[in-house]
Nanobody
Framework: QVQLVESGGGSVQAGGSLRLSCQVF????????MAWFRQAPGKEREGVAG???????TYADSVKGRFTISRDNAKNTLYLEMSSLKPEDTAMYYC??????????????????WGQGTQVTVSS
């Protein structure tokens, strides 16, 4: 059974930083595309950042230059380093694993497995 377990969320002041982790259990991802999504209250879930096995990353315009996605294949773990956080970054953050080597951030249907989410709250 595949499980994705996120951690690292919390409450920070605007301008602060957080590092999210997503550990994958029951599956050794090699060439699978992985990504982070978020959903704020009353809004649709949106893709934040994605990463392929070769190290090529994609970011939503709203987080470019502030967020960095990375992965440690030896630990089966995906990370999201978030800095210069803004109140509008407040959301539940989810990691997702695709069965494909590439999956657009706007196509959630290409992501087969999802974590339970970790809450990030940024206060002004």
């Amino acid at each position: 059974q595949v499980q994705l377990v996120e951690s690292g969320g919390g409450s920070v002041q605007a301008g602060g930083s957080l590092r999210l982790s997503c550990q994958v259990f029951g599956y050794t991802y090699g060439t699978n595309y992985m990504a982070w999504f978020r959903q704020a209250p009353g809004k649709e879930r949106e893709g934040v950042a994605g990463l392929n096995s070769g190290g090529t990353s994609t970011y939503a315009d709203s987080v470019k230059g502030r967020f960095t996605i990375s992965r440690d294949n030896a630990k089966n773990t995906l990370y999201l380093e978030m800095s210069s956080l803004k109140p509008e970054d407040t959301a539940m953050y989810y990691c997702a694993l695709s069965n494909f080597w590439y999956a657009p951030l706007g196509d959630e249907g290409r992501y087969a497995y999802w974590g339970q989410g970790t809450q990030v709250t940024v206060s002004s």
